[in-house]
């Protein structure tokens, strides 16, 4: 049993957000756990570059290039990876981006345009897997949530709002398809140090905020997430369903 309980062989995973950061780091960590992993990214040639990476490193990847705020796209895309592997075993929900302004000076754009790159593109995914995990009886779907799913802090209000509900969704998800074989959880990475995050990192006071108010005393490295994706996907989590992971540190349980 030992290494089999996190082995994701044989498995397909589609990951968004996988160019860079959090997202192509989770995706490593799936490959080297032995998933075929399929990248997405709004931009192919970057998402190309992944791939060869993986394979100089005999990882198994493909590519999946679209904008999670295209409905369309979402649903032609797992269409197009049921096509080309046959299945779709894993989704990971990653796909974000960040807008901090003090509340009055947010416009209704900048607030859509939160709303749909984190929390509708889950939906609509989430509706496309499932449309092909319920028939099969099995599945892993993984939101990837925030610290901000269950706290906040000023002028992230697009990025609270969304994360706070695709921690609802990952509930409502796990309630109507567990019964189906289909496990939904999310995680909650804290502060790692990531391009999204580099004006804070680069923010001297935030900075050692951070490294003072999370009890492991520092910022984490991407590659930290991986481990929390490979067991949410892989026999190791079979009955975890309807949870939120923290990977922060300790900061969301302390003072
Ligand atoms: C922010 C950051 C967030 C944090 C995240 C921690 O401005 O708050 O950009 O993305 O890293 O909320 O979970």
Same mark, same amino acid.
């Given at each position: 049993?030992?290494?089999?309980?996190?082995?994701?062989?044989?498995?397909?995973?589609?990951?968004?957000?996988?160019?860079?950061?959090?997202?192509? !780091?989770?995706?490593? $960590?799936?490959?080297?756990?032995? %998933? @075929?992993?399929? #990248?997405?990214?709004? &931009? +192919? !040639?970057?998402?190309? $570059?992944?791939?060869?990476?993986? %394979? @100089?490193?005999? #990882?198994?990847?493909? &590519? +999946?290039?679209?904008?999670?705020?295209?409905?369309?796209?979402?649903?032609?895309?797992?269409?197009?990876?049921?096509?080309?592997?046959?299945?779709?075993?894993?989704?990971?929900?990653?796909?974000?981006?960040?807008?901090?302004?003090?509340?009055?000076?947010?416009?209704?754009?900048?607030?859509?345009?939160?709303?749909?790159?984190?929390?509708?593109?889950?939906?609509?995914?989430?509706?496309?897997?499932?449309?092909?995990?319920?028939?099969?009886?099995?599945?892993?779907?993984?939101?990837?949530?925030?610290?901000?799913?269950?706290?906040?802090?000023?002028?992230?209000?697009?990025?609270?709002?969304?994360?706070?509900?695709?921690?609802?969704?990952?509930?409502?998800?796990?309630?109507?398809?567990?019964?189906?074989?289909?496990?939904?959880?999310?995680?909650?990475?804290?502060?790692?140090?990531?391009?999204?995050?580099?004006?804070?990192?680069?923010?001297?006071?935030?900075?050692?905020?951070?490294?003072?108010?999370?009890?492991?005393?520092?910022?984490?490295?991407?590659?930290?997430?991986?481990?929390?994706?490979?067991?949410?996907?892989?026999?190791?989590?079979?009955?975890?369903?309807?949870?939120?992971?923290?990977?922060?540190?300790?900061?969301?349980?302390?003072?």
């Amino acid at each position: 049993m030992g290494q089999d309980l996190f082995s994701l062989a044989g498995q397909v995973a589609l990951v968004t957000g996988a160019s860079k950061g959090l997202g192509l !780091a989770m995706a490593e $960590a799936m490959a080297e756990a032995g %998933a @075929a992993v399929v #990248l997405n990214g709004r &931009t +192919a !040639a970057t998402l190309d $570059a992944r791939v060869k990476d993986f %394979a @100089a490193r005999g #990882l198994k990847a493909s &590519t +999946a290039p679209f904008d999670v705020t295209d409905a369309d796209a979402c649903r032609k895309a797992v269409v197009d990876v049921i096509a080309r592997h046959g299945k779709l075993d894993i989704l990971v929900c990653n796909a974000g981006n960040q807008h901090r302004k003090p509340l009055i000076e947010w416009d209704l754009d900048a607030w859509h345009n939160l709303m749909n790159t984190h929390l509708t593109s889950a939906f609509v995914l989430g509706q496309a897997a499932a449309r092909h995990m319920i028939p099969r009886g099995t599945g892993r779907i993984i939101m990837i949530g925030s610290v901000m799913s269950l706290l906040a802090r000023p002028t992230v209000h697009g990025y609270t709002a969304a994360k706070s509900g695709l921690w609802g969704l990952t509930r409502s998800m796990a309630a109507e398809l567990g019964p189906k074989g289909i496990n939904v959880n999310a995680i909650a990475p804290g502060f790692f140090v990531t391009d999204m995050n580099t004006a804070l990192v680069e923010n001297p006071e935030f900075k050692s905020w951070i490294e003072k108010r999370v009890p492991l005393g520092r910022w984490a490295d991407p590659r930290e997430l991986g481990g929390a994706a490979v067991f949410l996907a892989s026999k190791a989590g079979s009955y975890v369903n309807g949870h939120l992971l923290s990977v922060d540190g300790g900061i969301v349980t302390s003072l």
